[in-house]
């Protein structure tokens, strides 16, 4: 935990959550039905993403030797994301999308307002709390790659577990769809993160966000 409490870490953990933050405000703003004042719900998600992000700047490069900031150009890779990115997002849009439209309409845009608050609130803290603090937490425990990115996959189905259990699901065959496709891309996103780096994976949600930009089917 030493790690956790160095000035360098505290302070890039403290600016990282600042800008995180700050890019997560549009969403909470058109979230209608947050139970709490929005300055409420602001300081808790910014004191939310300084703990996942210290958790990120004090293991990673420690357990993994790789800078997290660091861009990686690899084009093998780059292009692994990006079809990856594509077809994640074609799949969601035609076999998933319809469905959870009807079970959760305020989870999608209507106009470009809301398309761009929500890109940046699934840039910005989805993949920061879906996959870079978690993979930096199993590393930490275990100091193995396949058991990190093995956990961090489990615990993305554990998040998806918590989101469809409290809702009436149309289909088992659509379940199964949404499992399937979350294990797939959640190993591609895990593999990507550590060979590619932050900005493939940042570069793999906004491909997918732009699924929303298409006419509706």
């Known amino acids: 935990m030493r790690s956790l409490a160095q000035p360098k870490v505290l302070a890039g953990a403290g600016l990282a959550a600042l800008i995180t933050s700050l890019a997560c405000y549009p969403r909470l703003a058109l979230w209608s039905a947050s139970p709490a004042p929005l300055l409420f719900s602001w300081l808790m998600?910014?004191?939310v993403t300084f703990m996942l992000w210290s958790f990120v700047l004090g293991w990673h490069l420690k357990y993994t030797g790789q800078r997290v900031l660091a861009f990686q150009w690899q084009a093998r890779l780059w292009?692994?994301?990006?079809?990856?990115?594509?077809?994640?997002a074609l799949v969601l849009r035609f076999a998933v999308d319809p469905y959870w439209r009807v079970l959760s309409p305020t989870s999608f845009p209507s106009d470009w307002r809301s398309w761009l608050a929500m890109s940046l609130f699934s840039l910005a803290f989805d993949p920061l709390f879906?996959?870079?603090?978690?993979?930096?937490?199993?590393?930490?425990?275990?100091?193995?790659?396949?058991?990190?990115?093995?956990?961090?996959?489990?615990?993305?189905?554990?998040?998806?577990?918590?989101?469809?259990?409290?809702?009436?699901?149309?289909?088992?065959?659509?379940?199964?769809?949404?499992i399937v496709l979350r294990v797939v891309a959640g190993?591609?996103?895990?593999?990507?993160?550590?060979?590619?780096?932050?900005?493939?994976?940042?570069?793999?949600?906004?491909?997918?966000?732009?699924?929303?930009?298409?006419?509706?089917?």
């Open 130 to 178: 879906l996959c870079f603090a978690p993979y930096a937490f199993f590393m930490r425990l275990f100091r193995r790659q396949t058991s990190a990115l093995v956990l961090t996959v489990s615990f993305e189905l554990f998040v998806l577990y918590a989101k469809l259990s409290s809702s009436t699901l149309p289909t088992t065959g659509w379940l199964v769809e949404v």
């Open 187 to 217: 190993f591609l996103s895990v593999y990507c993160y550590v060979k590619g780096g932050i900005w493939l994976i940042w570069w793999l949600v906004l491909v997918m966000e732009l699924r929303h930009l298409l006419p509706n089917p």
């Open 45 to 47: 998600l910014l004191w």
């Open 79 to 88: 292009m692994l994301a990006t079809l990856g990115g594509v077809v994640s």
